[in-house]
């Protein structure tokens, strides 16, 4: 059994900041790459960033230069430090990882996810 739980999400006014993590625990083995996405209300869900093992990211175009995501591999969590942020990057964030298993399994994780609401 694999968790991913995230935390860092609130309400925050525009241009402000906030950072997001989220930790996996559970039966894992190894932890390949991990990523953020976002969903706000009628929107289908979209990757926002994502961090390889070896550390290359990658960022949608809105958010390139506002935010960065980082990870700590000795405590199983990545980061997301989410600057000068628009009322338009409102929406519920989830972390999700793909993790090798004890079992030999690969998967894809989610979070619970955390809402972001930045207000005007």
């Known amino acids: 059994q694999v968790q991913l739980v995230e935390s860092g999400g609130g309400l925050v006014q525009a241009g402000g900041s906030l950072r997001l993590s989220c930790v996996a625990s559970?039966?894992?083995?190894?932890?390949?790459?991990m990523g953020w996405y976002r969903q706000a209300p009628g929107n289908e869900r979209e990757l926002v960033a994502s961090?390889?093992?070896?550390?290359?990211?990658n960022y949608v175009d809105y958010v390139q230069g506002r935010f960065t995501i980082s990870r700590d591999s000795a405590k199983n969590t990545v980061y997301l430090q989410m600057n000068s942020l628009k009322p338009e990057d409102t929406a519920v964030y989830y972390c999700?990882?793909?993790?090798?298993?004890?079992?030999?399994?690969?998967?894809?994780?989610w979070g619970q996810g955390t809402q972001v609401t930045v207000s005007s």
């Open positions: 999700t990882a793909r993790i090798r298993t004890y079992s030999n399994s690969v998967l894809r994780y």
């Open positions: 559970g039966s894992i083995f190894t932890i390949n790459d």
């Open positions: 961090i390889t093992s070896g550390g290359s990211t």
